[in-house]
Nanobody, 122 residues
Framework: EVQLVESGGGLVQTGGSLRLSCAVS????????IGWFRQAPGQEREGVSC????????WYADDVKARFTTSSDNGKNTVYLQMNNLKPQDAAVYYC???????????????WGQGTQVTVSS
Protein backbone atom coordinates (compact mmCIF):
# COMPACT_ATOMS: atom_id res chain seq x y z
CA GLU A 1 0.00 0.00 0.00
CA VAL A 2 1.39 3.39 -1.01
CA GLN A 3 1.31 5.97 1.74
CA LEU A 4 2.43 9.58 1.82
CA VAL A 5 2.57 11.61 5.01
CA GLU A 6 3.29 15.33 5.00
CA SER A 7 4.74 17.26 7.90
CA GLY A 8 6.42 20.57 8.61
CA GLY A 9 3.57 22.98 8.09
CA GLY A 10 2.89 25.81 10.49
CA LEU A 11 2.65 29.53 10.97
CA VAL A 12 5.37 31.77 9.59
CA GLN A 13 5.71 35.49 8.99
CA THR A 14 5.93 37.00 5.53
CA GLY A 15 9.46 36.54 4.26
CA GLY A 16 10.06 33.52 6.45
CA SER A 17 10.86 29.93 5.53
CA LEU A 18 9.44 26.48 6.11
CA ARG A 19 10.52 23.04 5.04
CA LEU A 20 7.81 20.50 4.33
CA SER A 21 8.54 16.79 4.35
CA CYS A 22 6.75 13.99 2.57
CA ALA A 23 7.46 10.52 3.94
CA VAL A 24 6.75 7.97 1.24
CA SER A 25 6.27 4.24 1.71
CA UNK A 26 5.01 1.35 -0.37
CA UNK A 27 6.44 2.40 -3.72
CA UNK A 28 7.65 -0.58 -5.71
CA UNK A 29 10.66 1.22 -7.19
CA UNK A 30 12.08 4.70 -7.86
CA UNK A 31 10.23 5.17 -11.14
CA UNK A 32 7.82 7.62 -9.57
CA UNK A 33 7.26 11.34 -9.59
CA ILE A 34 6.43 13.16 -6.38
CA GLY A 35 4.42 16.30 -6.76
CA TRP A 36 3.65 19.07 -4.33
CA PHE A 37 0.28 20.75 -4.56
CA ARG A 38 -1.56 23.35 -2.54
CA GLN A 39 -5.13 24.41 -2.05
CA ALA A 40 -6.27 27.62 -0.43
CA PRO A 41 -9.84 28.07 0.82
CA GLY A 42 -12.25 28.63 -2.06
CA GLN A 43 -9.60 27.98 -4.67
CA GLU A 44 -8.72 25.06 -6.89
CA ARG A 45 -5.80 22.84 -6.07
CA GLU A 46 -2.68 23.92 -7.94
CA GLY A 47 0.62 22.27 -8.68
CA VAL A 48 3.68 23.74 -6.99
CA SER A 49 6.55 21.47 -7.91
CA CYS A 50 7.46 17.93 -8.83
CA UNK A 51 10.51 15.74 -8.72
CA UNK A 52 11.50 12.53 -10.42
CA UNK A 53 12.74 10.03 -7.85
CA UNK A 54 14.84 8.23 -10.45
CA UNK A 55 16.91 11.11 -11.82
CA UNK A 56 16.12 14.08 -9.60
CA UNK A 57 14.68 16.26 -12.36
CA UNK A 58 12.47 19.00 -10.97
CA TRP A 59 9.82 21.37 -12.26
CA TYR A 60 8.27 24.38 -10.59
CA ALA A 61 5.27 26.59 -11.02
CA ASP A 62 6.30 30.05 -12.19
CA ASP A 63 5.28 31.87 -9.04
CA VAL A 64 7.43 29.70 -6.76
CA LYS A 65 10.36 28.96 -9.05
CA ALA A 66 12.80 31.39 -7.45
CA ARG A 67 11.68 30.69 -3.88
CA PHE A 68 10.88 26.98 -3.48
CA THR A 69 13.16 23.99 -3.87
CA THR A 70 12.14 20.34 -3.91
CA SER A 71 14.58 17.56 -3.20
CA SER A 72 14.54 13.89 -2.34
CA ASP A 73 16.46 11.70 0.04
CA ASN A 74 15.83 8.27 -1.42
CA GLY A 75 17.67 6.62 1.41
CA LYS A 76 15.14 8.07 3.83
CA ASN A 77 12.20 7.74 1.40
CA THR A 78 11.47 11.40 1.99
CA VAL A 79 10.83 14.30 -0.34
CA TYR A 80 11.23 17.87 0.83
CA LEU A 81 9.83 21.22 -0.19
CA GLN A 82 11.98 24.09 1.04
CA MET A 83 9.95 27.28 0.91
CA ASN A 84 11.74 30.60 1.29
CA ASN A 85 10.54 34.19 1.21
CA LEU A 86 6.99 33.09 1.92
CA LYS A 87 4.16 35.40 0.98
CA PRO A 88 0.57 35.57 2.28
CA GLN A 89 -0.62 34.14 -1.04
CA ASP A 90 1.41 30.98 -0.33
CA ALA A 91 -0.89 30.12 2.56
CA ALA A 92 -2.73 26.88 1.82
CA VAL A 93 -2.96 23.22 2.66
CA TYR A 94 0.01 21.58 0.99
CA TYR A 95 -0.20 18.04 -0.31
CA CYS A 96 2.34 15.63 -1.72
CA UNK A 97 1.34 13.02 -4.26
CA UNK A 98 2.93 10.13 -6.16
CA UNK A 99 2.41 9.26 -9.79
CA UNK A 100 4.06 7.94 -12.92
CA UNK A 101 4.13 11.04 -15.06
CA UNK A 102 6.10 14.27 -14.73
CA UNK A 103 4.08 17.43 -14.43
CA UNK A 104 1.97 19.73 -12.28
CA UNK A 105 -1.46 18.47 -13.28
CA UNK A 106 -3.06 16.74 -10.33
CA UNK A 107 -4.70 14.25 -12.68
CA UNK A 108 -1.24 12.72 -13.21
CA UNK A 109 -1.03 11.57 -9.60
CA UNK A 110 -2.49 8.41 -8.12
CA UNK A 111 -1.65 8.58 -4.43
CA TRP A 112 -2.08 11.50 -2.07
CA GLY A 113 -1.14 12.49 1.44
CA GLN A 114 -3.51 14.09 3.92
CA GLY A 115 -2.00 17.57 3.68
CA THR A 116 -0.29 19.99 6.02
CA GLN A 117 -1.39 23.55 6.70
CA VAL A 118 0.87 26.49 5.91
CA THR A 119 -0.18 29.87 7.27
CA VAL A 120 1.68 33.06 6.39
CA SER A 121 1.04 36.14 8.47
CA SER A 122 1.47 39.59 7.00
Amino acid sequence: EVQLVESGGGLVQTGGSLRLSCAVSGLSDDDYMIGWFRQAPGQEREGVSCISLSDGDTWYADDVKARFTTSSDNGKNTVYLQMNNLKPQDAAVYYCAAGFHFGLDDLLYNYWGQGTQVTVSS
